[in-house]
């Protein structure tokens, strides 16, 4: 079983940055690929980022490539999800998943862990 624990969302001007942290409870985090999600107003929850439990590779959504990077520190039971030259579409609530399920999964249907949210607003 794991918890997870989003924060860092909040209002930032368009070409701003923001850095979401996900902070995982238990002892076997090490053994959970992780994802970022977001869900904006009146859309489906999208994928966003997506890393493997040992942080050797990445997978982003082509509309993020770029400007976004996720990481993790095993130690620390944290994931985060680097977000620079933000753009007001990039508005929504971001969710951080985890699964122990090898590979880079985009689907959130094979993620079996979720946090509870955490906004991010982007003005323009």
């Known amino acids: 079983q794991v918890q997870l624990v989003e924060s860092g969302g909040g209002l930032v001007q368009a070409g701003g940055s923001l850095r979401l942290s996900c902070a995982a409870s238990g002892r076997t985090f090490s053994s959970y690929a992780m994802g970022w999600f977001r869900q904006a107003p009146g859309k489906e929850r999208e994928f966003v980022a997506a890393i493997t439990l040992s942080a050797g590779m990445t997978h982003y959504a082509d509309s993020v490539k770029g400007r976004f990077t996720i990481s993790r520190e095993n130690a620390k039971n944290t994931v985060y999800l680097q977000m620079n030259s933000l753009k007001p579409e990039d508005t929504g609530v971001y969710y951080c998943?985890?699964?122990?399920?090898?590979?880079?999964?985009?689907?959130?249907?094979?993620?079996?862990?979720w946090g509870q949210g955490t906004q991010v607003t982007v003005s323009s």
């Open positions: 998943a985890g699964t122990p399920r090898y590979g880079l999964m985009s689907h959130g249907g094979f993620y079996d862990y």
